[in-house]
């Protein structure tokens, strides 16, 4: 019967889950480096505007009329509207469309502080593989993380046993007679 060679299997399961899982990880490396740096970059989410401090003031109507009044936000209802986000102690209400644009209104005055296109959550659902399709995230990425961790335990058998074997051959000389 042949005996089972572990280093052999561990370099075979390195070398194809590598690359089995190349371009996922890839398209996770790179978004994720983009979502890391999106509070630097205005280009990937609009910073956000200081508004009149105090208590919200202001209506949902008055908010959705604000927004509805800027073109590109392409707002007619409020079906086109993906979320709000009230941060008081900035003074703003972040209305973000379902087109990705962000409005930013005063919480107290009703006015429009900023418009721009908002690119982080884009970014968010390249990052998790929904971008692609709904199935993407269980049966395209969840598979390569799942690979990755694989790959990073046998890379650190891979690092460690050179070394282990080495201070055991030290130990050795060093018992010896």
Request: aromatic share 10%; with cysteine; glycine share 6%.
């Amino acid at each position: 019967m042949a005996k089972f060679n572990w280093p052999r299997w561990n370099r075979k399961i390195h070398y194809w889950g590598a690359i089995l899982c190349a371009v996922p990880v890839l398209v996770v490396i790179v978004s994720g480096i983009l979502l890391l740096l999106k509070k630097q970059s205005a280009w990937i989410q609009p910073p956000t505007s200081q508004g009149t401090a105090g208590a919200p003031l202001v209506e949902f109507d008055a908010v959705y009329q604000a927004v509805a009044a800027v073109p590109q936000a392409g707002v007619n209802s409020w079906n086109d509207i993906e979320r709000l986000d009230v941060r008081p102690d900035k003074g703003v209400i972040k209305v973000v469309t379902k087109n990705r644009w962000e409005i930013q209104v005063d919480h107290r005055t009703g006015a429009v502080l900023q418009t721009a296109y908002r690119r982080s959550d884009l970014i968010e659902t390249i990052h998790d593989g929904s971008f692609f399709h709904e199935k993407a995230k269980l049966w395209v990425f969840l598979p390569s993380a799942l690979v990755l961790l694989v790959l990073w335990v046998t890379g650190i058998y891979l690092f460690a046993k050179p070394l282990l074997v080495r201070r055991a051959r030290r130990a050795a000389l060093r018992n010896s007679p």
